[in-house]
């Protein structure tokens, strides 16, 4: 009697990010379940992305300009007795396609016609085998895919685990537990586990990155659904410099030590964060952090580290970040000065504010674009951009000039500084300074290259010229 015992059981995803793309593999784990996304195309090179917010509609599978023809989405890993499937599922406008849903091959529900309306589709059965979402498509449009729910039955109820997936930064102990008379198998590979797979017999201890894997068995030798979960440990990184060394998408801890942000830039929906400690600068991009310039930064910070065209940079942080940092007012972050031109083709120095002094302008044509460059007196050049929309000009004469700006990347090849000011170069000393501004509505800096109020006291630069300001 034991033996015929089933169990009811539910599982469910919804998608809250793009999770596949064409640059990933088309299998992925959506909540302990392996999923592999197939398709056909009518026209183009294939298109994945996510629509989101309260009116979202889920994983987009195709567009307007890379429509799909047939779409499935499929998926092993739900043992037993399927009986009941629902997917919340629509097309984006004038939308001309169908679902149909397999299980074991064979037909599982009736097939559903999509609208344009992000609808909850029930389909029911019973049958064993893989289960296959199965997409035809007729217009140019997109397919959607906000959720899925399966209800089955099996005769093993499924492992157990004594800690949930996520984030961790101490070394934890996971123990796993299964109805009496059976026998758990796990994997920490990310393979599914068989009978062959090593038997739990003891806690395990997990102190980094991995995806733990389980199966139950009786003792009839019939198996439970495999379940999963993945502990995410950063990379501890003891300063900037060592968060650089990391791949692309590498998620790190990094401790920040008197960190100093030595220029913020907004624009749109962008906040930039240009951070330096002593080992080295970084950007920090749409991080939910709130810093203003001259903060200074100590604490622990976890991100993932995305450089962008070359430029070291973390595209998003934990949600507790601003939990673990204090953050300070600092005094006026001061630029590096740099002496030769062709430091700043290294990547020594990208995100940090630089000033580079007695240098001439020159322009070259490159196809469609006429590019402008700071050139050094050992005829070294580095290209010049005004991504902070201040309006800087850079002169066309042959007077030479001291350059204020952030060092960044045009692309992985070539970096450019991100102008702040452009004066013209005086030696020591002042060159005929002047006691009142020369525009009252010309943007005001300061002699480190900051932009600052006008009501501001001291040796002040505007229009590329330096004043005093009592």
Same mark, same amino acid.
């Given at each position: 009697?034991?033996?015929?015992?089933?169990?009811?059981?539910?599982?469910?995803?919804?998608?809250?990010?793009?999770?596949?793309?064409?640059?990933?593999?088309?299998?992925? /784990?959506?909540?302990?379940?392996?999923?592999?996304?197939?398709?056909?195309?009518?026209?183009?090179?294939?298109?994945?992305?996510?629509? %989101?917010?309260?009116?979202?509609?889920?994983?987009?599978?195709?567009?307007?300009?890379?429509?799909?023809?047939? +779409?499935?989405?499929?998926?092993?890993?739900?043992?037993?007795?399927?009986?009941?499937?629902?997917?919340?599922?629509?097309?984006?406008?004038?939308?001309?396609?169908?679902?149909?849903?397999?299980?074991? %091959?064979?037909?599982?529900?009736?097939?559903?016609?999509?609208?344009?309306?992000?609808?909850?589709?029930?389909?029911?059965?019973?049958?064993?085998?893989?289960?296959?979402?199965?997409?035809?498509?007729?217009?140019?449009?997109?397919?959607?895919?906000?959720?899925?729910?399966?209800?089955?039955?099996?005769?093993?109820?499924?492992?157990?685990?004594?800690?949930?997936?996520?984030?961790?930064?101490?070394?934890?102990?996971?123990?796993?537990?299964?109805?009496?008379?059976?026998?758990?198998?796990?994997?920490?590979?990310?393979?599914?586990?068989?009978?062959?797979?090593?038997?739990?017999? +003891?806690?395990?201890?997990?102190?980094?990155?991995?995806?733990?894997?389980?199966?139950?068995?009786?003792?009839?030798?019939?198996?439970?659904?495999?379940?999963?979960?993945?502990?995410?440990?950063?990379?501890?990184?003891?300063?900037?410099?060592?968060?650089?060394?990391?791949?692309?998408?590498?998620?790190?801890?990094?401790?920040?030590?008197? +960190?100093?942000?030595?220029?913020?830039?907004?624009?749109? /929906?962008?906040?930039?964060?240009?951070?330096?400690?002593?080992?080295?600068?970084? =950007?920090?991009?749409?991080?939910?952090?709130?810093?203003?310039?001259?903060?200074?930064?100590?604490?622990?910070?976890?991100?993932?580290?995305?450089?962008?065209?070359?430029?070291?940079?973390?595209?998003?942080?934990?949600?507790?970040?601003?939990?673990?940092?204090?953050?300070?007012?600092?005094?006026?972050?001061?630029?590096?000065?740099? /002496?030769?031109?062709?430091?700043?083709?290294?990547?020594?120095?990208?995100?940090?504010?630089?000033?580079?002094? =007695?240098?001439?302008?020159?322009?070259?044509?490159?196809?469609?674009?006429? =590019?402008?460059?700071?050139?050094?007196?050992?005829?070294?050049?580095?290209?010049?951009?005004?991504?902070?929309?201040?309006?800087?000009?850079?002169?066309?004469?042959?007077?030479?000039?001291?350059?204020?700006?952030?060092?960044?990347?045009?692309?992985?090849?070539?970096?450019?500084?991100?102008?702040?000011?452009?004066?013209?170069?005086?030696?020591?000393?002042?060159?005929?300074?002047?006691?009142?501004?020369?525009?009252?509505?010309?943007?005001?800096? /300061?002699? +480190?290259?900051?932009?600052?109020?006008?009501?501001?006291?001291?040796?002040?630069?505007?229009?590329?010229?330096?004043?005093?300001?009592?």
């Amino acid at each position: 009697m034991v033996g015929s015992f089933a169990y009811a059981a539910t599982y469910s995803y919804t998608f809250t990010n793009a999770v596949f793309s064409v640059d990933k593999p088309f299998t992925q /784990n959506l909540n302990g379940i392996d999923w592999t996304l197939e398709w056909t195309l009518q026209k183009g090179e294939g298109y994945l992305g996510f629509q %989101g917010g309260d009116t979202g509609k889920g994983l987009q599978i195709g567009s307007s300009g890379s429509p799909i023809a047939t +779409a499935t989405l499929s998926t092993n890993g739900i043992s037993g007795t399927i009986t009941a499937i629902k997917v919340n599922t629509s097309g984006a406008s004038s939308i001309e396609g169908t679902l149909d849903v397999t299980v074991g %091959g064979k037909p599982f529900g009736n097939q559903y016609t999509l609208t344009t309306t992000a609808t909850d589709v029930d389909f029911t059965g019973s049958a064993e085998g893989e289960i296959k979402l199965n997409y035809t498509n007729s217009s140019a449009k997109a397919v959607y895919i906000k959720s899925i729910e399966v209800t089955y039955t099996v005769a093993v109820e499924a492992p157990t685990f004594s800690i949930k997936g996520g984030m961790y930064t101490e070394p934890q102990t996971l123990t796993l537990s299964a109805g009496e008379g059976c026998t758990i198998y796990y994997t920490e590979d990310g393979e599914n586990p068989t009978k062959e797979s090593t038997a739990y017999t +003891a806690p395990i201890t997990i102190d980094k990155t991995k995806t733990i894997k389980a199966v139950a068995y009786n003792a009839e030798g019939s198996a439970s659904n495999i379940v999963s979960e993945t502990y995410t440990f950063p990379v501890a990184c003891e300063n900037i410099a060592a968060v650089k060394a990391q791949e692309s998408g590498t998620l790190v801890s990094l401790t920040l030590k008197d +960190a100093q942000v030595v220029y913020v830039n907004a624009y749109s /929906n962008t906040t930039e964060y240009y951070v330096r400690d002593a080992s080295g600068s970084i =950007n920090f991009r749409n991080t939910g952090l709130e810093l203003k310039a001259n903060d200074i930064i100590n604490g622990t910070v976890i991100c993932e580290y995305s450089p962008y065209k070359g430029l070291p940079q973390f595209a998003k942080t934990d949600e507790t970040n601003a939990e673990k940092l204090t953050i300070t007012a600092g005094t006026e972050a001061q630029p590096v000065e740099i /002496n030769d031109v062709a430091e700043l083709l290294t990547g020594k120095y990208l995100c940090d504010l630089v000033l580079v002094k =007695n240098v001439t302008f020159t322009s070259e044509v490159d196809g469609k674009h006429t =590019n402008d460059y700071a050139v050094g007196a050992n005829k070294s050049k580095v290209m010049v951009y005004d991504k902070f929309k201040l309006d800087i000009e850079t002169p066309s004469d042959d007077k030479t000039y001291d350059v204020t700006g952030i060092l960044g990347t045009l692309d992985e090849d070539t970096n450019e500084i991100f102008l702040i000011s452009v004066t013209e170069h005086v030696g020591t000393g002042i060159n005929a300074p002047m006691v009142e501004e020369v525009d009252e509505n010309a943007p005001v800096y /300061n002699l +480190a290259g900051q932009r600052v109020s006008k009501d501001t006291k001291g040796i002040l630069i505007q229009n590329g010229r330096k004043f005093i300001n009592k």
